[in-house]
């Protein structure tokens, strides 16, 4: 897009187009850019748009806008935000062209560019991606200097140098040696202040309160996308376990988890308990951190007992959470290790069953008005059809159908008004939506819900060896039963199987899917074993695959680049082909229908116009001052006498239609001639794909002109 926008920006104003014929060129540009990229099956004989095209344009700018409203960045490259990036990329790249070369306004230019490069790193995690910035500081420099001498402060308009060319060469080795020790100066400072996120020189705030941290939603899906999936822990482990960072229990209007902040407070001695707990079974975990930058919040089982090691003594406790955090001013460096002791919750059937869930002050079964009442129906669908009759039962119910649905870190777009009832259409998402849309079921039917984060068990190296990746990145629901504790439930169908999914038998699972499938184990009360174990394709299995196909990315706003595996530069160019073509197919259809009805006046006139639509083309627009003789023979002096004639002849007419009562039957037909003659002379010397850009050109410089005369009338 950036590309394709600059290219026809260039273009324009090589042919000598005005700034307005330059703004249509790039609009007709973008048009067809994201028809082909974004809508290529609603393309009339797959190049011109359509209404359709114009339909899934605005709805899919309509789902960008929800995405904006309740995705916290970074964001998943979704079609709708792709889209209305592609467009914002487009309008500051015209927009930057033209502050340089038409406006001559390179201060403004370089703020505009900036936005391209400012956002991202104001909305992604922190990078080391900042030594980037060393090219566009270095061509901001370059622009800069070239305009060195002028007048570069206004929006329009430069004040020429001395020596005529609008630089002054003597600033010149001046301003290159202020660029260059900027540039090194600002690049080597940036890697020593402090950056978001990070701790300040000096803290005015004071000691304690509330710790400070990306949102753990955001974290896990950045996690899930990430490019480096090396280790970021290792664990010893008797059994594996859930590493939880923290508990998120408010669930916002923009359908998002949230917590009410974390507040970290000494421990000392044995970590105190959230609620009380009922049977457990205790786990030691051993962790040692490889990479997990900038980290306050400490990955550890459900629920802590003790903490001990080298790390641990910087451990805070939130009791509110269960989360472990650290002192202000601590992260988890690489090297760093320490133990935990935790009680894992691990009733029988028999006493969930008996136990009536609930929430004493109802805050964590409390739900925005905005939920779609879809949420409620289909939850209640779903205990019905199970016959759950308890809490317990009913959030089983819930799980296993949940876990029946297909795992993607890429969903399908869908076309509902809500993310939640998108998620529930396609029945395709990713942890943060099974495990957001299962704690939200739950609490429609006044069961208390929470989603936790953190991270799967990991890989089994060997032994008790566990390696945890950015891929392990998780979020699952945790259920509060009173007496028992925070129980957690597992409604994701991870494709790795690195989960532990609770049963009506077993709510401790010591092992995960993917290891009971390793070991031979099939247990029909474990929902999702069929995504790791390979099963006969039925009759029937066909049947239901041909009648409901699975989404694909082909789909009409779903972003797949080029529509059905098509070169979307080829689609593009084609489709610029395409609409010149269309648009002066249709002239000349009507023109030429018009000229067999017209009166010889209007046919006098508009052969008139035909030449004059040739010369803007050319970029020789007729003056105020000049008449029309004057400007028909200024066109033919570009070619000699043999244009003069016609030129003449045309002229001679076009007086009689503006001035004479009466006009001659011939004249018509003499004009229409004449007019042929002349055009043909103007266009001849030119190549063909200069004709083409004539004849494209000409119109629009033609109606732009007659809009400046219209509006200079009034």
Same mark, same amino acid.
């Given at each position: 897009?950036?590309?394709? @926008?600059?290219?026809?920006?260039? $273009?324009?104003?090589?042919?000598?187009?005005?700034?307005?014929?330059?703004?249509?060129?790039?609009?007709?540009?973008?048009?067809?850019?994201?028809?082909?990229?974004?809508?290529?099956?609603?393309?009339? /004989?797959?190049?011109?748009?359509?209404?359709?095209?114009? !339909?899934?344009?605005?709805?899919?700018?309509?789902?960008?806008?929800?995405?904006?409203?309740?995705?916290?960045?970074?964001?998943?490259?979704?079609?709708?935000?792709?889209?209305? =990036?592609?467009?914002?990329?487009?309008?500051?790249?015209?927009?930057?062209?033209?502050?340089?070369?038409?406006?001559?306004?390179?201060?403004? @230019?370089?703020?505009?560019?900036?936005?391209?490069?400012?956002?991202?790193?104001?909305?992604? *995690?922190? =990078?080391?991606?900042?030594?980037?910035?060393?090219?566009?500081?270095?061509?901001?420099?370059?622009?800069?200097?070239?305009?060195? $001498?002028?007048?570069?402060?206004?929006?329009?308009?430069?004040?020429?140098?001395?020596? %005529?060319?609008?630089?002054?060469?003597?600033?010149?080795?001046?301003?290159?040696? +202020?660029?260059?020790?900027?540039?090194?100066?600002?690049?080597?400072?940036?890697?020593?202040?402090?950056? /978001?996120?990070?701790?300040?020189? &000096?803290?005015? #705030?004071?000691?304690?309160?509330?710790?400070?941290?990306?949102?753990?939603?955001?974290?896990?899906?950045?996690?899930?996308?990430?490019?480096?999936?090396?280790?970021?822990?290792?664990?010893?482990?008797?059994?594996?376990?859930?590493?939880?960072?923290?508990?998120?229990?408010?669930?916002?209007?923009?359908?998002?988890?949230?917590?009410?902040?974390?507040?970290?407070?000494?421990?000392?001695?044995?970590?105190?308990?959230?609620?009380?707990?009922?049977?457990?079974?205790?786990?030691?975990?051993?962790?040692?951190?490889?990479?997990?930058?900038?980290?306050?919040?400490?990955?550890?089982? &459900?629920?802590?007992?003790?903490?001990?090691?080298?790390?641990?003594?910087? /451990?805070?406790?939130?009791?509110?959470?269960?989360?472990?955090?650290?002192?202000?001013?601590?992260?988890?460096?690489?090297?760093?290790?320490?133990?935990?002791?935790?009680?894992?919750?691990?009733?029988?059937?028999?006493?969930?069953?008996?136990?009536?869930? /609930?929430? *004493?002050?109802?805050?964590? =079964?409390?739900?925005?008005?905005?939920?779609?009442?879809?949420?409620?129906?289909?939850?209640?669908? +779903?205990?019905? #059809?199970?016959?759950?009759?308890?809490?317990?039962?009913?959030?089983?119910?819930?799980?296993?159908?949940?876990?029946?649905? #297909?795992?993607?870190?890429?969903?399908?777009?869908?076309?509902?008004?809500?993310?939640?009832?998108?998620?529930?259409?396609?029945?395709?998402?990713?942890?943060?939506?099974?495990?957001?849309?299962?704690?939200?079921?739950?609490?429609?039917?006044?069961?208390?819900?929470?989603?936790?984060? %953190?991270?799967?068990?990991?890989?089994?190296?060997?032994?008790?060896?566990?390696?945890?990746?950015?891929?392990?990145?998780?979020?699952?629901?945790?259920?509060?039963?009173? $007496?028992?504790?925070?129980?957690?439930?597992?409604?994701?169908?991870?494709?790795?199987?690195?989960?532990?999914?609770?049963?009506?038998?077993?709510?401790?699972?010591?092992?995960?899917?993917?290891?009971?499938?390793?070991?031979?184990?099939?247990?029909?009360?474990?929902?999702?074993? $069929?995504?790791?174990?390979?099963?006969?394709?039925?009759?029937?299995?066909?049947?239901?695959?041909?009648?409901?196909?699975?989404?694909?990315? !082909?789909?009409? %706003?779903?972003?797949?680049?080029?529509?059905?595996?098509?070169?979307?530069?080829?689609?593009?160019?084609?489709?610029?082909?395409?609409?010149?073509?269309?648009?002066?197919?249709?002239?000349?259809?009507?023109?030429?229908?018009?000229?067999?009805?017209?009166?010889?006046?209007?046919?006098?006139?508009?052969?008139?116009?035909?030449?004059?639509?040739?010369?803007?083309?050319?970029?020789?627009?007729?003056?105020?001052?000049?008449?029309?003789?004057?400007?028909?023979?200024?066109?033919?002096?570009?070619?000699?006498?043999?244009?003069?004639?016609?030129?003449? =002849?045309?002229?001679?007419?076009?007086?009689? @239609?503006?001035?004479?009562?009466?006009?001659?039957?011939?004249?018509?037909?003499?004009?229409?001639?004449?007019?042929?003659?002349?055009?043909?002379?103007?266009?001849?010397?030119?190549?063909?794909?200069?004709?083409?850009?004539?004849?494209?050109?000409?119109?629009?410089?033609?109606?732009?002109?007659?809009?400046?005369?219209?509006?200079?009338? #009034?």
């Amino acid at each position: 897009a950036l590309l394709l @926008a600059i290219g026809m920006s260039w $273009g324009a104003r090589r042919l000598g187009a005005g700034p307005l014929t330059g703004l249509v060129a790039s609009a007709l540009g973008w048009v067809t850019f994201c028809s082909a990229a974004f809508f290529a099956d609603t393309l009339a /004989f797959g190049l011109l748009p359509t209404p359709a095209t114009a !339909d899934a344009a605005v709805a899919l700018w309509v789902r960008g806008l929800e995405l904006i409203q309740v995705r916290p960045a970074p964001a998943f490259a979704e079609a709708g935000l792709i889209f209305i =990036t592609v467009t914002g990329v487009w309008a500051v790249v015209h927009a930057v062209e033209g502050l340089v070369f038409r406006l001559h306004a390179p201060v403004a @230019a370089i703020a505009m560019a900036l936005v391209l490069w400012v956002v991202p790193l104001a909305l992604a *995690p922190p =990078t080391t991606a900042w030594p980037w910035a060393v090219p566009f500081l270095a061509a901001s420099a370059l622009l800069l200097l070239a305009f060195a $001498g002028a007048d570069v402060s206004g929006w329009a308009g430069a004040r020429r140098a001395p020596d %005529g060319r609008g630089v002054d060469a003597s600033l010149l080795p001046t301003g290159t040696v +202020i660029a260059v020790v900027a540039i090194v100066a600002g690049t080597v400072l940036a890697g020593v202040l402090p950056g /978001f996120g990070q701790n300040p020189w &000096y803290e005015l #705030r004071g000691l304690g309160g509330t710790t400070l941290t990306t949102n753990p939603i955001v974290d896990i899906r950045t996690r899930l996308v990430a490019r480096d999936n090396g280790p970021v822990m290792r664990v010893e482990a008797q059994r594996p376990v859930y590493l939880r960072t923290t508990s998120l229990d408010v669930y916002s209007e923009n359908e998002e988890w949230t917590n009410a902040g974390i507040t970290g407070g000494p421990i000392e001695g044995t970590v105190p308990f959230e609620v009380d707990l009922g049977p457990v079974e205790q786990v030691a975990v051993d962790v040692s951190v490889e990479n997990l930058p900038q980290a306050v919040l400490v990955p550890a089982p &459900y629920q802590a007992l003790e903490v001990a090691g080298p790390a641990a003594d910087a /451990f805070q406790y939130d009791r509110s959470t269960s989360t472990l955090t650290l002192d202000r001013g601590t992260t988890l460096e690489a090297g760093d290790s320490y133990r935990v002791v935790a009680a894992i919750p691990a009733p029988s059937p028999e006493q969930l069953d008996g136990v009536a869930s /609930f929430a *004493p002050d109802g805050a964590l =079964t409390q739900l925005p008005g905005n939920v779609s009442p879809r949420v409620a129906q289909l939850a209640r669908d +779903i205990v019905a #059809r199970a016959g759950a009759d308890t809490p317990f039962r009913q959030a089983l119910a819930v799980q296993n159908e949940l876990r029946s649905w #297909r795992y993607s870190t890429d969903p399908p777009q869908g076309h509902g008004s809500q993310a939640m009832d998108r998620f529930i259409d396609a029945k395709v998402g990713y942890c943060e939506q099974f495990a957001g849309t299962m704690a939200v079921m739950l609490r429609t039917l006044d069961i208390p819900a929470r989603v936790a984060v %953190g991270y799967t068990p990991g890989e089994r190296i060997e032994g008790n060896q566990y390696v945890i990746t950015n891929g392990n990145a998780h979020a699952w629901v945790e259920v509060l039963f009173p $007496g028992i504790g925070w129980v957690a439930f597992e409604p994701t169908p991870r494709e790795d199987g690195n989960v532990l999914v609770p049963t009506a038998a077993n709510l401790a699972p010591s092992q995960t899917l993917a290891q009971r499938v390793g070991d031979g184990v099939i247990d029909p009360e474990v929902p999702g074993l $069929g995504d790791l174990v390979p099963t006969p394709r039925t009759d029937r299995d066909a049947a239901d695959a041909a009648i409901a196909p699975e989404p694909s990315q !082909d789909e009409p %706003g779903a972003g797949g680049a080029g529509g059905g595996g098509r070169d979307p530069l080829l689609v593009v160019l084609l489709g610029l082909v395409g609409v010149a073509v269309l648009a002066g197919g249709l002239v000349a259809v009507r023109s030429g229908a018009d000229r067999q009805t017209a009166a010889p006046r209007e046919r006098v006139l508009r052969s008139r116009r035909d030449v004059e639509r040739v010369g803007r083309g050319l970029g020789l627009s007729p003056t105020a001052w000049e008449t029309d003789l004057e400007y028909l023979q200024r066109l033919a002096h570009r070619h000699g006498d043999p244009a003069l004639a016609p030129a003449r =002849t045309l002229a001679g007419h076009v007086a009689g @239609a503006r001035y004479a009562s009466t006009l001659p039957a011939t004249a018509a037909t003499e004009s229409e001639a004449a007019a042929g003659a002349l055009r043909a002379r103007l266009l001849q010397p030119l190549s063909p794909w200069r004709r083409a850009v004539v004849r494209g050109r000409g119109p629009i410089a033609l109606a732009l002109g007659d809009l400046r005369r219209r509006l200079g009338r #009034r």
